[in-house]
């Protein structure tokens, strides 16, 4: 479970998280939407550590993350896979390689039958063919990255799942494509997963729940058809946005 409480964040005199409650069930696939700059990649990183908050309480798989120290925090770190808004591969390594990464056993990871048996198993899993892993990142599409990018997320078999704008950049076939998968893995992994997005309609498409952050705060947390039923205005300027979307009126 991961469960934000009155978490507050500023950068300067920007405030950016103004007091967050958030929470994700085990085995829940959440959606954070919200647009562009409020601060959701903010919050991503507070579950995983790596921005401290200024108050509040992060709680997640039971611990208390802006607490641990470095060590308790590397190892918690190994139980969350976390893709990257950009993909973040690196160009001068193979998808072998880049995937290999996220293998965080040590042992396992220098165990190069283990390897390539895990990142075949993980390349298989996001729906790449098998020769992928000899390419190198420019030799791929975006959704092919995006595709890598989620391999190496799940290489060392996550609790939670991350992922931070998955579709964002892609074509509408690509970014449904992400979508499923997303859908996919949490189902057969059984993961616990957050998808940040501003994609309304793979939001609605993937998430058990929806949240949605604005203005510092999450404004409302809930199943789809709470959000279409909401007449909180902040809702439904969001979702109005892709109201005209033929995909919403079924
Ligand atoms: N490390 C940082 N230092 C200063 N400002 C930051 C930092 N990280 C994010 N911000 C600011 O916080 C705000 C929210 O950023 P972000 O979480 O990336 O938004 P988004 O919702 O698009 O993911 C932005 O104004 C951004 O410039
Ligand atoms: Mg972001």
Redesign the pocket.
């Known amino acids: 479970m991961i469960e934000l409480r009155d978490v507050r964040k500023r950068?300067?005199k920007?405030v950016?998280l103004d007091g967050v409650n958030f929470t994700v069930q085990d085995g829940e696939t959440v959606a954070l939407l919200?647009?562009?700059?409020?601060?959701?990649?903010?919050?991503l990183k507070h579950i995983i550590g790596l921005?401290k908050p200024d108050s509040g309480t992060i709680i997640v798989d039971g611990k208390d993350v802006s607490h641990l120290k470095r060590k308790e925090l590397a190892e918690f770190r190994q139980t969350i896979g976390y893709v990257f808004?950009n993909g973040a591969l690196f160009d001068s390594m193979d998808v072998l390689e880049n995937v290999r990464l996220g293998i965080v056993d040590e042992d396992k990871y220098e165990d190069m039958d283990y390897v390539r048996g895990r990142v075949a198993e993980c390349i298989r899993l996001v729906n790449l063919p098998a020769d992928v892993v000899e390419k190198y990142p420019a030799q791929l599409s975006g959704g092919m990255r995006k595709r890598v990018g989620i391999a190496r997320a799940i290489a060392g078999s996550p609790k939670y799942l991350l992922y931070?704008?998955p579709t964002s950049g892609l074509d509408p076939v690509n970014a449904d494509i992400i979508d499923s998968l997303v859908q996919r893995l949490a189902q057969e992994l059984h993961v616990t997963s957050v998808m940040?997005t501003h994609d309304v309609r793979g939001a609605f498409r993937v998430a058990d729940r929806l949240a949605l952050?604005s203005d510092g705060k999450i404004v409302m947390q809930g199943t789809p058809k709470e959000f279409l039923a909401s007449d909180n205005p902040k809702v439904r300027e969001f979702l109005e946005r892709d109201f005209d979307n033929p995909q919403f009126a079924a």
């Open positions: 950068f300067g920007q950016v919200g647009p562009s700059g409020t601060g959701k990649s903010v919050l921005i808004q931070d704008e940040v952050l």
